[in-house]
């Protein structure tokens, strides 16, 4: 799926998407990866930090982080 038409799909609903769409959208961001601690991955772009937790679904909180960054 094209990132433009996932983004698309968050904006209409932020629940039941996974880790992996989210890690696709900051990764075409150019964000950085990194594992954190547990289940929790660390994603950097200057002096940008998004943590996200890899559960499924992921929280409505880290969709609403995504397309901020996705926005600006």
């Known amino acids: 799926m094209q990132v433009e038409k996932l983004v698309e799909k968050m904006r209409r609903s932020n629940k039941g998407h ?6 696709r959208v900051l990764l075409y ?15 950097i772009k200057g002096q940008k930090v998004i943590v996200i937790a890899k559960h499924k679904p992921v929280s409505p909180a880290a969709i609403d982080d995504v397309l901020d960054a996705y926005d600006n």
């Open 18 to 23: 996974t880790f992996e769409d989210l890690e």
């Open 29 to 43: 961001l150019g964000y950085k990866q990194r594992k954190g601690k547990g289940s929790h991955y660390v994603f």
